[in-house]
């Protein structure tokens, strides 16, 4: 009788242990077990979310949304044409520019953060200055202009309309003084003040033609 249950007790604990075993491969088939490229892949992720946290991640973080300011506020300077009409202000831009660089390439991210405001700040006084400059030379070279087609009218009104040289150099004056006009609103003002001084020149040699023809 003592055998028996022993034999029963046994064969209960093999069926009790196979229940088991079955039940945990099932539990097991139940999980899909990732692949180690997306084992791989969840760890760099979890790895740039914690190195997000850090204080330098931040500063990274912050050094680079300073950065795109400063680099849209240098671009609006060179529309303006900061490099010609303010170079010292561009010359300043430039030089912060490249040192935030330098820092951010050092991970000193504080430092390349604080110079690059300084450079949109800069490149904001530049825009400003080369607006400011080049609207005074419009409005000056423009003043020249207006002058000289007084100048011109005066002329006109005294060339004798049936002398055809003087009415063809009265022309080719009228037709300089309208490219002129052109260069100005083509912001050319270099090439404008030089072809202000030559027109003036030849209004007055064509003036004194007049008058020995008198």
């Not at 088939?29 to 190195?51: D, G, M, N």
């Not at 490249?98 to 991210?109: G, H, P, T």
């Not at 953060?113 to 300084?118: G, H, I, M, Q, V």
Request: glycine share 4%.
């Amino acid at each position: 009788m003592g055998g028996m249950s022993f034999i029963l007790g046994h064969k209960s604990g093999r069926l009790l242990s196979l229940g088991l075993a079955i039940w945990c491969m099932a539990l097991c088939a139940s999980f899909s077990v990732p692949s180690p490229q997306k084992l791989r892949k969840e760890i760099r992720k979890e790895l740039e979310e914690i190195r997000e946290m850090t204080p330098s991640a931040k500063e990274r973080a912050l050094w680079r949304g300073v950065r795109d300011e400063a680099e849209a506020s240098i671009k609006k300077a060179e529309k303006e044409n900061a490099p010609v009409y303010a170079p010292e202000f561009w010359s300043e831009t430039s030089n912060l520019s490249e040192r935030a660089k330098e820092y951010a390439a050092m991970r000193s991210y504080r430092k390349a953060a604080f110079l690059a405001r300084k450079a949109a700040e800069t490149a904001q006084l530049a825009a400003q200055e080369a607006k400011r400059v080049r609207t005074e030379r419009q409005e000056k070279t423009m003043q020249d202009l207006d002058a000289l087609r007084k100048e011109l009218d005066l002329i006109a009104d005294r060339v004798p309309s049936e002398d055809k040289e003087m009415s063809i150099r009265m022309a080719e004056l009228n037709l300089e003084w309208k490219d002129l006009v052109n260069a100005l609103h083509l912001q050319q003002f270099e090439d404008a003040v030089k072809g202000i001084e030559r027109l003036k020149k030849t209004i007055g040699l064509m003036s004194l033609d007049l008058d020995s023809r008198l």
